[in-house]
Antibody, heavy 120, light 111 residues
Framework: QVQLVESGGGLVKPGGSLRLSCAASDFSFSDYYMSWIRQAPGKGLEWVAYISSSGGGSTIFYADSVKGRFTISRDNAKSSLYLQMHSLRAEDTAVYYC???????????WGQGTLVTVSS | QSVLTQPPSVSGAPGQRVTISCTGSSSNIGAAYDVHWYQQLPGTAPKVVVYNNNNRPSGVPDRFSGSNSGTSASLAITGLQAEDEADYYCQSYDSSLKGYVFGTGTRVTVL
C-alpha cells in the first residue's frame, strides 16, 4: 500500500524558515514526479511545486505565490521529498500535503499533511 | 487565487442528482488538459473520485460521473447518499501558469 508521510511542520515566526519532509514507501519513488500541495485553514487546495522523477537535472516548477522563497528537492536513495521554505508569511499558514502525480494523471496518492503556522 | 471556478455549495435530498460545475479558460480545460475531481471529507486528505475527465478509480461508486464541454467541466452525483456529503474540487493543468490548478471547491450537503 502506497504511503506518504509528511513531517516538519510547526509554528514559525514571519520571515522564518522551515523544512518539510515526505517519506515515501511501497512504490518505486524514483519513477514518479512528486508535488507539494497546501490548504490554508478553511480554504481550498493550492498546488505549490512539483519535481520530476530524476534527482539531478530535475524539472521543477513553482506556483507564483512561492517562487523565490520555496525550494523543492528529493533524495531518491532515501525515497524522500523535501520543501525548504524561507521568508515565510502569514499567508503561508496551511496544511502541506505531498502527493504523487504528473502530467495528465491525477494526484492519486496523498500524505496525511503537516500543519505549518506562521505567526508572531 | 484559483483559476477554476466552482459554486460554493450545492445540496440535494437523498436519492436526488446534483451537479457541480468547474469553469476554466482556454489555457486549462479549454486547452484539452484533463480534469480530475477530488472528494475531501473533514480532516482528511483529498481522494480522487473521477480522473481524466470521465473515469472512476476502482472502489468509487458509479453514481459519480464527469464530463467536459469547451472551457468547463462537471461532476454529477446521482442517487445522492449521506456519505457523499463532503467538499469537492476540480483540478487541471494550466499552460499559462505552467502549473496545476484547483477549483475553488464546492460543499455538497445532503438534506
Amino acid at each position: 500500500q502506497v504511503q506518504l508521510v509528511e513531517s516538519g511542520g510547526g509554528l514559525v515566526k514571519p520571515g522564518g524558515s522551515l523544512r518539510l519532509s515526505c517519506a515515501a514507501s511501497d512504490f518505486s519513488f524514483s519513477d514518479y514526479y512528486m508535488s507539494w500541495i497546501r490548504q490554508a485553514p478553511g480554504k481550498g487546495l493550492e498546488w505549490v511545486a512539483y519535481i520530476s522523477s530524476s534527482g539531478g537535472g530535475s524539472t521543477i516548477f513553482y506556483a507564483d505565490s512561492v517562487k523565490g522563497r520555496f525550494t523543492i528537492s528529493r533524495d531518491n536513495a532515501k525515497s524522500s521529498l523535501y520543501l525548504q521554505m524561507h521568508s515565510l508569511r502569514a499567508e503561508d499558514t496551511a496544511v502541506y500535503y505531498c502527493a504523487r502525480g504528473y502530467g495528465n494523471l491525477p494526484f492519486e496518492y496523498w500524505g496525511q499533511g503537516t500543519l505549518v503556522t506562521v505567526s508572531s | 487565487q484559483s483559476v477554476l471556478t466552482q459554486p460554493p455549495s450545492v445540496s440535494g435530498a437523498p436519492g436526488q442528482r446534483v451537479t457541480i460545475s468547474c469553469t476554466g479558460s482556454s489555457s486549462n480545460i479549454g486547452a484539452a488538459y484533463d480534469v480530475h475531481w477530488y472528494q475531501q471529507l473533514p480532516g482528511t486528505a483529498p481522494k480522487v473520485v473521477v480522473y481524466n475527465n470521465n473515469n472512476r478509480p476502482s472502489g468509487v461508486p458509479d453514481r459519480f460521473s464527469g464530463s467536459n464541454s469547451g472551457t468547463s467541466a462537471s461532476l454529477a452525483i446521482t442517487g445522492l447518499q449521506a456519505e457523499d456529503e463532503a467538499d469537492y474540487y476540480c483540478q487541471s493543468y494550466d499552460s499559462s501558469l505552467k502549473g496545476y490548478v484547483f477549483g475553488t471547491g464546492t460543499r455538497v450537503t445532503v438534506l
